[in-house]
């Protein structure tokens, strides 16, 4: 059901040591078919914009994702994403842009637990 996937994602970013607070919409589409959007604040000030659209039928398949980090004076970060507007890349649709928007590179499929999981890493990081 969505509404199971929907109470792990809320388990997942408030279960997070990093994150200071949350501001989360979920939108049920049908039995197992759903939106989620949302923003969550980090404890550094910094802040990751998500979005999916998601089918859990049979697992999790996400029709599309989103996942935008960025400073918290909003200077952009990195974004994972599934838009299909790099049709080149060895890994189309999935897609990460890093450091500077126009800087693409292709990904793995990623989840919201690996986002978080990285922004955790490059948090503990010493400042270059």
């Known amino acids: 059901m969505i509404e199971d996937y929907f109470r792990q994602v809320d388990a997942l ?13 979920y939108d049920k589409r049908s039995t197992y078919i759903g939106f989620l959007r949302g923003s969550v604040y980090f404890l550094d000030g910094s802040v990751l914009y ?3 659209f998601v089918n859990v039928q049979h697992g999790v398949e996400r029709y599309m994702y989103a996942y935008h980090y960025q400073r ?11 838009t299909p507007h790099f049709p080149s890349l060895p890994s189309f649709l999935h897609h990460t842009h890093e450091g500077t928007e126009s800087t693409v590179l292709s990904a793995c ?17 010493p400042a270059p």
């Not at 970013?13 to 919409?25: A, K, N």
């Not at 918290?72 to 599934?82: G, I, M, V, W």
């Open 72 to 82: 918290p004076d909003s200077t952009f970060l990195s974004r994972y994403d599934n």
């Open 50 to 52: 998500l979005q999916e």
């Open 13 to 25: 970013i408030t279960g997070t040591s990093i994150v200071h607070s949350s501001s989360m919409t």
């Open 109 to 125: 499929p990623v989840h919201l637990q690996a986002v978080l999981t990285e922004i955790q890493g490059l948090m503990a990081a």
